[in-house]
C-alpha cells in the first residue's frame, strides 16, 4: 500500500490533543498558566510509521498546530519534522510494546518544543526574571501534565488500532 492507514488515527489522536491542550490552555489563562503538551504527537508516527507516511502525518500535524497557535508559521512544523527524523533514524533503539520508551520520548520532545518557543520570542525577553518564572512554570506544569497525558495518549492509539483492526506493531522492524 502506498500510504499507511494508521496516518488518519494518528492525525485525529493528534488534533483531538492539540484541542484538548488549546481547552485547558483557554481555562488556565486567567491565572497566567500554560501547557505545552506537543511531544506526544511526534512519538508514534516516528516509530510506527514508514518514511513515506511517517513525513505526511507528521508534516500534517506541523501544519495544524502552527495555525492553531500563535507562533511563526512553519516554527513547529520545521521543530516536530527535525525531532521525528531523529527519532525516527533511531527508532530501532526503542521497546514500543510498553509506553516506557515512547514516554522518555514525548518528554524530549516537548522539552524541544518548549526551547523552540523560547527562542522564537525572541532575545529582548532574556534579561527579566519574570519571563525566566513564567518559563519554568510552563515547563514543570507541562511536564507533570504530560506524565498523566502520555500514557493516555499512546493506549488510545493502540486502542483505536485494535478498534479498527490495525497492526500494532511498529513496520521495519528487524525480526529478532
Do not use: K
Amino acid at each position: 500500500m502506498l500510504l499507511d492507514p494508521r496516518i488518519i488515527i494518528m492525525f485525529a489522536a493528534n488534533v483531538l490533543l492539540l484541542y484538548l491542550n488549546m481547552l485547558v490552555n483557554s481555562a488556565l489563562s486567567e491565572w497566567s498558566l500554560y501547557l505545552v503538551v506537543f511531544g506526544p504527537m511526534v512519538v508514534l508516527p516516528a516509530i510506527f510509521l514508514r518514511h513515506r507516511s511517517f513525513l505526511i502525518c507528521t508534516l500534517l500535524t506541523g501544519l495544524w498546530v502552527d495555525a492553531a497557535l500563535p507562533t511563526p508559521y512553519g516554527l513547529l512544523t520545521l521543530g516536530f519534522l527535525t525531532a521525528g527524523t531523529i527519532i525516527f533514524q533511531v527508532r530501532f533503539r526503542f521497546r514500543t510494546e510498553h509506553n516506557y520508551h515512547p514516554i522518555l520520548l514525548s518528554h524530549t520532545c516537548n522539552f524541544f518544543c518548549i526551547v523552540l518557543l523560547i527562542l522564537s520570542m525572541g532575545t529582548q525577553h532574556f534579561t527579566t526574571s519574570a519571563f525566566w518564572i513564567q518559563i519554568a512554570l510552563t515547563f514543570v506544569l507541562s511536564h507533570i501534565t504530560l506524565i498523566a497525558v502520555a500514557p493516555w495518549f499512546f493506549n488510545l492509539h493502540r486502542s483505536l488500532f485494535e478498534l479498527c483492526r490495525l497492526d500494532t506493531e511498529p513496520e521495519d522492524f528487524p525480526i529478532s
